[in-house]
């Protein structure tokens, strides 16, 4: 079954720092990998996805991302943290065919930002 | 542009009432999906509807039902409320019926007393 993981429930880094968040998925091809962001008591804002060709992925924020098919992770990066980053990130894979809808999230991970 | 629209933001109802969740999606977009986010949890997929019809469910009861209008708006409806069902309620709209690209909404706040 498809499933996605991650591991990390609170993350707490200093402002300026670098930030690494993981995620790992289970599923038998290669899946799209999305990360979103959500603030309290916000919906969910998509940061990057992942479908095919370069394995490294930018996206919005100064966020990037990398997959790597060989531990089936898809980890979410960032050189330099702001406060304003502080939120709930969730790793998400899906849609499993051209039909399909459905979208499996992880637990998500809480940043906290020391200032 | 606006973006995906959900009414009302907070809802407080009991036990044993039914709640109806309203949707607008991105002006074009014909693909509306459900899911619900209990507290502390990554967001479950309910349903998906698509051109009107549904596309996709996920492992909710029957108690939960969903349509979707002539102008690709929504409704999630949930029946004989429990208190387990107290949770977010996120809409997210999509261009095609893969949701390979979703847009989501701010979410409805349900609390079952």
């Known amino acids: 079954a498809q499933s996605v993981t991650q591991p990390d429930i609170h993350i707490t880094v200093s402002e300026g720092a670098s930030l690494e968040l993981r995620c790992n998925y289970s599923?038998?091809?290669?899946?799209?990998l999305f990360w979103y962001v959500q603030s309290p008591g916000q919906g969910l804002q998509l940061l990057l996805k992942y479908f095919s060709g370069d394995t490294l992925v930018q996206g919005i924020k100064g966020f990037e991302a990398e997959f790597k098919r060989s531990q089936s992770s898809f980890n979410l990066r960032k050189p330099s943290v702001h406060w304003s980053d502080a939120a709930e990130y969730f790793c998400?894979?899906?849609?499993?065919?051209?039909?399909?809808?459905?979208?499996?999230f992880g637990s998500g991970t809480r940043l906290s930002i020391r200032p | 542009d606006a973006g995906v629209t959900q009414s009302p933001t907070h809802l407080i109802k009991t036990r044993g009432q039914q709640v109806t969740l309203r949707c607008s999606p991105i002006?074009?977009?014909?693909?509306v999906s459900w899911y619900q986010q209990v507290l502390g949890q990554g967001p479950q997929f309910i349903f998906q509807y698509y051109e009107k019809e549904e596309r996709g469910r996920g492992n909710f009861p029957d108690r939960f039902s969903a349509r979707q209008f002539p102008n690709y708006s929504s409704e999630l409806n949930v029946n004989a409320l429990l208190l387990g069902d107290s949770a977010l309620y996120l809409c997210?709209?999509?261009?095609?019926?893969?949701?390979?690209?979703?847009?989501f909404g701010q979410g409805t706040r349900l609390t079952v007393v």
């Open positions: 599923y038998g091809a290669t899946p799209y």
């Open positions: 998400a894979v899906g849609p499993f065919d051209s039909s399909a809808s459905k979208i499996i």
């Open positions: 002006s074009g977009h014909k693909s």
């Open positions: 997210a709209s999509s261009p095609q019926r893969q949701n390979t690209e979703a847009f």
